[in-house]
């Protein structure tokens, strides 16, 4: 067996850069796609050949990189490393006056959408997997649920900016995919806490656990905006500002996550005040140029790692027959989950949404699925429902990024020629 020599912090690190790097070179070069999407068909390639080798007895680098990936806590790497700069640079560039303007659609897919479609979900796997010799208990499909429900901001955020949908359904989901995660978390950890306790939480508890994470993310991310807010208008010098919000996000994020407030949504509120009131006000024109400039290269590099590590993770997964056909239901259960909350949200608000003619398509198909999944589903504890649920994740996030990714545009430019209803 062949396995990676245990390997420094900075020498894994060293080592998936460059495997992003030589994999963003041969998709510009030679294939073309978008660059998350290039890179990520590129790395399951790679993984599925190494698989393919195994098969034939060449196990020397499946071992490998199977050696080399444990060596990787990846969600560590996503949740306490890139999200708070994923999540920062997303909102950055997010008009908040459009986010009001469609705060309701907003709002409903964010939250009462997430719970809907996660029970959604739940259901009908708890009654489907049984058929497949796969049965679990409803905490089981309710943790599934939970982390497959919210849509990716680095995923939507990443493909839908080059799809060509209309502005106001970019903003719906670009802003439903900021918030919505963060609530699809909380949720994951009350459900992993009931999974690991065998207590059931009170309503109280679930409102005050809710209010203390979620709310006080919020109001942490808007003292901590108004903070660097202050520090970047009292100055002019373009080094120390950019220095200064990349300390906010990094410190922030961790001081967040230490006061157990909900630190995606805390990134999220002070990329939203410095990306506006901050990005209008208290910036020049040389330092927005260059805050603009290095996180949207943040958000270019650390895009491309994430998706890399999401195709490599595919030698982790012991796939069957059918637990192949599990991941096929999952992904049909899953958009059948998202046009029931999209379907009932425009149909039943379609006067105060003021959205396009056949927008619930590309709200449907753009709700991608992404790295936070993944993420989460590593959480859960070691064993055989575990396994489960991490093949059925991997399966609707591989199909979520590369078809719904690449065809998105296509549904989009089906409703381009309708005119946007205005309010």
Same mark, same amino acid.
Do not use: H, K, M
């Given at each position: 067996m062949v396995t990676a020599t245990s @390997?420094?912090? @900075?020498e894994v690190g060293a080592v998936f850069l460059s495997i992003t790097a030589l994999l963003s070179y041969v998709n510009h070069r030679f294939i073309g796609l978008p660059t998350t999407i290039g890179v990520m068909v590129i790395s399951i390639i790679l993984s599925m050949v190494a698989i393919f080798l195994g098969f034939l007895g060449f196990d020397q680098l499946i071992d490998y990189e199977i050696s080399l990936l444990n060596q990787l806590d990846f969600t560590e790497v996503l949740l306490d490393g890139m999200l708070s700069m994923l999540l920062f640079a997303g909102a950055l560039h997010v008009n908040i006056s459009d986010l009001k303007r469609?705060? =309701?659609?907003i709002g409903i897919l964010a939250c009462v959408g997430t719970v809907v479609s996660a029970v959604l979900i739940a259901t009908a796997l708890y009654f489907i997997l049984p058929l497949l010799g796969f049965g679990l208990p409803y905490i089981w499909c309710l943790l599934f649920g939970a982390l497959i429900s919210p849509t990716d901001p680095i995923a939507v955020m990443g493909i839908l900016s080059s799809a060509g949908a209309p502005k106001s359904i970019e903003t719906v989901i670009a802003g439903e995919?900021?918030?919505? !995660? &963060? =609530?699809g978390v909380v949720i994951f950890v009350l459900l992993l806490g009931i999974l690991s306790s065998g207590d059931i939480p009170t309503a109280n508890y679930v409102a005050h656990t809710l209010a203390v994470e979620a709310g006080g993310g919020i109001v942490f991310g808007l003292v901590l905006g108004a903070i660097l807010y202050y520090m970047i208008k009292s100055i002019n010098?373009?080094? /120390? /500002?950019v220095l200064l919000t990349l300390a906010g996000v990094i410190g922030g994020y961790a001081l967040a996550s230490h006061w157990h407030l909900s630190g995606p949504l805390a990134m999220v509120m002070m990329g939203l005040m410095l990306g506006n009131q901050g990005r209008e006000w208290a910036m020049s024109d040389e330092t927005r140029n260059y805050i603009d400039l290095f996180w949207e290269l943040i958000d270019e590099i650390l895009n491309a790692i994430l998706?890399? @590590?999401i195709g490599l993770e595919v030698v982790m997964i012991a796939y069957? &027959?059918? =637990?192949?056909? +599990? &991941? &096929? =239901? +999952?992904?049909?259960? +899953? @958009?059948l989950a998202r046009f029931i909350v999209v379907g009932m949200t425009t149909k039943t608000f379609s006067k105060q949404l003021k959205l396009p003619d056949g927008a619930w398509k590309v709200l449907t198909w753009g709700g991608l699925r992404g790295g936070i999944s993944v993420a989460l589903v590593l959480q859960l504890p070691s064993g055989? /429902?575990? !396994?489960?649920?991490? +093949?059925?994740?991997y399966a609707v996030v591989v199909f979520s990024i590369l078809v719904q990714g690449l065809s998105i545009g296509k549904v989009a430019r089906t409703i381009q020629p309708t005119k946007e209803k205005t309010l």
């Open positions: @390997l420094t912090v @900075l469609y705060r =309701l659609p995919s900021l918030f919505n !995660d &963060g =609530l010098s373009y080094q /120390e /500002e998706f890399v @590590l069957s &027959g059918s =637990l192949f056909v +599990a &991941g &096929g =239901l +999952a992904i049909i259960i +899953a @958009l055989y /429902e575990r !396994d489960i649920l991490l +093949a059925l994740t």
